[in-house]
């Protein structure tokens, strides 16, 4: 079993840059493909993006292609979701997942942190 802790949310003006961490305990980090997820207000969670158990591969939803980026530190059990040129559609709680098997666009994954607001002024 694993652990999830987000931190990083908070209040940004669209164009402007945020950087999520998933800290996460229990099993051995490497040992899990990690993913960010979003929901907001009114709808539904979605992948936001993925990466691989060695961070070797990654995996974006089409609207943050090209501003976020996800990475991992298996020496500090943690993952990032770097996000920039925000917009106000970005505005949501983000969540970090965790499995032991592959996570893309329509997985469901096993483990979840108890998520981050990040908000986006216009």
């Known amino acids: 079993q694993v652990q999830l802790v987000e931190s990083g949310g908070g209040l940004v003006q669209a164009g402007g840059s945020l950087r999520l961490s998933c800290a996460a305990s229990g099993r051995p980090f490497s040992s899990y493909f990690m993913a960010w997820f979003r929901q907001a207000p009114g709808k539904e969670r979605e992948f936001v993006a993925s990466?691989?158990?060695?961070?070797?591969?990654?995996y974006y939803a089409d609207s943050v292609k090209g501003r976020f980026t996800i990475s991992r530190d298996n020496a500090k059990n943690t993952v990032y979701l770097q996000m920039s040129t925000l917009k106000p559609e970005d505005a949501a709680v983000y969540y970090c997942a965790a499995q032991r098997q592959s996570i893309y666009k329509l997985t469901t994954p096993e483990y979840w942190g108890q998520g981050t607001q990040v908000t986006v002024s216009s």
């Open positions: 990466i691989s158990w060695s961070g070797g591969n990654t």
